[in-house]
Nanobody
Framework: QVQLVQSGGDLVQAGGSLRLSCAAS????????MGWYRQAPGKQRELVAT???????NYVNSVKGRFTISRDNAKNTVYLQMNSLKPEDTAVYYC?????????WGQGTQVTVSS
């Protein structure tokens, strides 16, 4: 059984910063991809950033230059540093893990950016 436990998320003013964390536990293989998705009210869930176990990162265009994904493979933890936050970044953020062809999700955490 694989579990993802998220932390972070808050209400912040535009231009502010937040850091999300996600720790994976359970039967984990070393080769995997972790990342973050988000879902705003009335919108589909969208990819924000991903990182392979080898360190290759991928970002949606709207967050490039503002968000940074990182991971600590020894701790099976992925982070999302979010800077220069905008009101349009407001969403529920979900941690994501692809392992052995299966997708696993965190519980979600609310990020609200006020203007």
């Amino acid at each position: 059984q694989v579990q993802l436990v998220q932390s972070g998320g808050d209400l912040v003013q535009a231009g502010g910063s937040l850091r999300l964390s996600c720790a994976a536990s359970g039967r984990l293989f070393s080769i995997n991809t972790m990342g973050w998705y988000r879902q705003a009210p009335g919108k589909q869930r969208e990819l924000v950033a991903t990182m392979t176990s080898g360190g290759t990162a991928n970002y949606v265009n709207s967050v490039k230059g503002r968000f940074t994904i990182s991971r600590d493979n020894a701790k099976n933890t992925v982070y999302l540093q979010m800077n220069s936050l905008k009101p349009e970044d407001t969403a529920v953020y979900y941690c994501w893990l692809r392992l052995g062809g299966l997708d696993y999700w965190g519980q979600g955490t609310q990020v609200t950016v006020s203007s």
